[in-house]
């Protein structure tokens, strides 16, 4: 079973608290969960929240050992990490695992074990200024979340469910992620590099994209140019595309790669074909590609990927 820990770091938030249960807890493995978490902290105890909301935890940070996936919650107050938390998340990186930061104050933390130095790092737009100040060795990527160097961040609250969902979606395969998104009734995690919004995004037309997304999806495996999505919505290209980002959060192209990447990761999870019919049935072109994308994506290869998501 997939080994999940969370380091609570105070001050914590009800929200990062929750996600190890909305989205991790309810990942199935057949009829077992999919991951097993356990919860610890530097100093074993309450460990006090915002608005007066925490938890008691009674593990130390040697719950870290053997975790394939290290979440970091909390440091609200953005201050540097604890020496104790430093050489933990050190040594957990060190062992393989991955670290997993829901929140722009984990990416804080993380930068501040020099996890994050000569990397880039997803932080949302109200602390990216700061950051880079704290952080000047660190790339501050405006995208949902980032994944680099085994160590993933992401824009805020909204962005930790994508990012989550991405996570599940690695370890026990598409379909499995997807029902989590359908239980906690949200869409399906956006791509990462769908940009988060730096002020509040206007209402989409009435007249949505709906029917050209749909018949995109309807072609997935055949080349699709902008002009020709623009001609099908009967638009323009720059019109289309700043309509397609209003109502997805991503440009037309972008999106379309993340629905070929579904597709191809259905398609290993389910049939025999062979990498380089799943990449031309998705529309990814050669397996070279494929695996090109898979390696960015999620650190595998579709083989590895196949192997650990067979359906059945």
Request: overall charge positive; hydrophobic content about 45%; proline content about 8%.
């Amino acid at each position: 079973m997939h080994r999940l820990a969370v380091v609570a770091v105070p001050p914590v938030t009800s929200f990062e608290l929750s996600i190890p249960d909305i989205v991790f807890g309810q990942a199935r493995a057949g009829a077992e969960p999919a991951y097993e978490v356990v919860c610890c902290t530097a100093d074993p105890g309450p460990v006090p929240g915002i608005g007066g909301v925490g938890l008691t935890v009674d593990r130390g940070l040697d719950a870290l050992a053997g975790a394939a996936t290290v979440l970091v919650i909390g440091g609200a107050d953005l201050a540097p990490p604890a020496a104790p938390v430093v050489a933990a998340l050190r040594a957990a990186r060190a062992a393989g695992a991955r670290l997993v930061a829901p929140s722009c104050a984990g990416a804080f933390l993380l930068a501040g074990c020099g996890l994050l130095a000569g990397h880039r790092a997803a932080v949302g737009p109200q602390l990216a200024e700061r950051f880079r100040r704290r952080h000047p060795d660190v790339t501050v990527s405006e995208t949902l979340y980032v994944a680099d160097a085994g160590v993933y961040t992401c824009a805020g609250h909204a962005a930790s469910i994508d990012l989550c969902l991405h996570l599940v979606g690695a370890d026990h395969g598409a379909a499995v992620a997807g029902a989590i998104a359908r239980a906690l009734a949200v869409s399906p995690p956006r791509p990462a590099e769908a940009a988060p919004p730096a002020e509040p995004v206007a209402p989409p037309p009435a007249v949505s994209l709906a029917s050209t997304r749909e018949w995109m999806l309807a072609r997935l495996g055949e080349p699709v140019a902008l002009a020709e999505l623009a001609r099908h919505a009967n638009t323009s290209v720059r019109t289309l595309t700043r309509r397609f980002r209003a109502e997805t959060g991503s440009s037309p192209l972008r999106w379309l790669l993340a629905r070929r990447l579904d597709e191809a990761r259905r398609l290993l999870e389910t049939t025999d074909l062979s990498v380089d019919a799943v990449a031309r049935r998705a529309g990814l072109g050669t397996a070279d590609s494929l695996r090109a994308h898979f390696a960015r994506e999620l650190g595998r290869t579709p083989s590895s990927y196949r192997a650990g998501h067979r359906a059945g």
